[in-house]
T-cell receptor, first 115, second 114 residues
Framework: DAGITQSPRHKVTETGTPVTLRCHQT?????MYWYRQDPGHGLRLIHY???????DKGEVSDGYSVSRSKTEDFLLTLESATSSQTSVYFC??????????????FGPGTRLTVL | AQSVTQLDSQVPVFEEAPVELRCNYS??????LFWYVQYPNQGLQLLLK??????LVKGINGFEAEFNKSQTSFHLRKPSVHISDTAEYFC????????????FGKGTTLSVSS
């Protein structure tokens, strides 16, 4: 599982509240990603990071921000949660050496419900 | 940019029948291709991947896929499915540049019944 953990695993919150999801990896991988999974949409990229303090937007970045102050942690923040952000959120890392060539390993996911 | 189309959203089959899950991709650059599986209420697990070389790749649980560059396809096959293969399957593509994110198809739900 490439040593990826996500916290919390489940969260219920109310519209308008800020929420931060944490992704932690133990193997010092450079590239990290946040995806959301919704029925009928597959997984869509929210933000990604290619190093400490280096991040960029993905396909569905509106309403989300990220931070990466150290290699092992990649935080996803919903500044003001909306019901449309109810989803399952997956963090991933990319292994770019040793024959894995951009293969991504995923964390266990965080199920977020915004009421 | 890359894109992926999974041609079937749901595929119902009987146990021990063969199955093919279809995936087409679009890209203006060289790509790597992947199939992931997600069992109910679980995370994503890699089934197989195409990086280069032989166009027929074998993965876990008896699955295989064939990369067809001319048809820009990467269909997943299994000659005989089991009840335990019931899951959602995702095809994904990425450019070969290091660190490029995966682009996923919308998924195909495989339902195996007895």
């Amino acid at each position: 599982d490439a040593g990826i953990t996500q916290s919390p695993r489940h969260k219920v919150t109310e519209t308008g509240t800020p929420v931060t999801l944490r992704c932690h990896q133990t193997e010092n991988h450079r590239y990290m990603y946040w995806y959301r999974q919704d029925p009928g949409h597959g997984l869509r990229l929210i933000h990604y990071s290619y190093g400490v303090k280096d991040t960029d937007k993905g396909e569905v970045s509106d309403g989300y921000s990220v931070s990466r102050s150290k290699t092992e942690d990649f935080l996803l923040t919903l500044e003001s949660a909306t019901s449309s952000q109810t989803s399952v959120y997956f963090c991933a890392i990319s292994v770019t050496s040793g024959g894995n060539n951009n293969e991504q390993f995923f964390g266990p996911g965080t199920r977020l419900t915004v009421l | 940019a890359q894109s992926v189309t999974q041609l079937d959203s749901q595929v119902p089959v009987f146990e021990e029948a063969p199955v093919e899950l279809r995936c087409n991709y679009s890209s203006s650059v060289s790509v790597y291709l992947f199939w992931y599986v997600q069992y109910p209420n679980q995370g994503l697990q890699l089934l197989l991947k195409y990086l280069s070389g032989s166009t027929l790749v074998k993965g876990i649980n008896g699955f295989e896929a064939e990369f067809n560059k001319s048809q820009t396809s990467f269909h997943l096959r299994k000659p005989s499915v089991h009840i335990s293969d019931t899951a959602e399957y995702f095809c994904a593509v990425t450019a070969t540049q290091a660190g490029t994110a995966l682009i996923f198809g919308k998924g195909t739900t495989l339902s195996v019944s007895s």
